[in-house]
């Protein structure tokens, strides 16, 4: 199941739609188009940590610190959001406004929905998928704690973890978990989130930083 699928199911989407005051429709087309950067995002702070197992694992406690698996409840309960949380997590995984508004412009242009809408559709969507992972994540921890987890351990749960929420595959290869989730978000991407081949968010920072020069 990719993430698209998992924010319907999960009531994301119309969350989304609700606060914002628009269609689930334009809500869906909102996510799909903004997600491959907030997935980029993620690839590129594991890889600031180190990558592989540390850097997935860096990436799980980052999340954990901004709110954890309270973010994603926070934007599907009845109180209202706190959309600074997601700020918060797009300031880690984006590094700048810049970035930020260049995404939602980005978006736009392949939607022609209001660039407007789109940024503020951003921290509400960051919200729910760093929720979701850590939610994911704190579950697969608590089975590694009782032993029920495979010779993998808890990196290879994370990995396990990332390809479900992200949509992509999940093996546990001589690669490395670093090669995995370059792999995993590839697919979401559509290909090309290799360290060899860059990313959809290396391509937004460039232009982000082209607007800002």
Known sequence: MDLINILQ??????????????SPQV????????????????????????????????????LGGLGGASLATNVLGPE????????????????SKDVSRTVATHASNQTGIDPALLKKMLPILAMLVAGYLSHRADGAQSQNEGGTLGGGGLGGMLGSVLGSVLGGQSSQSSSGMGGMLGGVLGSLLGGGTSKQGGNALDEIIGMAGKLTH
């Open 9 to 22: 199911q999960s009531g994301g989407i119309a969350a989304i739609a609700g606060q914002l005051g628009v």
């Open 27 to 62: 809500a869906e087309a909102g996510a799909a188009a903004l997600l491959p950067a907030i997935a980029g995002g993620f690839s590129k702070q594991a890889d600031a940590a180190g990558g592989g197992e540390r850097g997935l694992g860096s990436l799980i406690g980052m």
């Open 80 to 95: 209202p959001t706190d959309v600074d949380k997601g700020n918060d997590v797009l300031g880690q995984i984006f590094g």
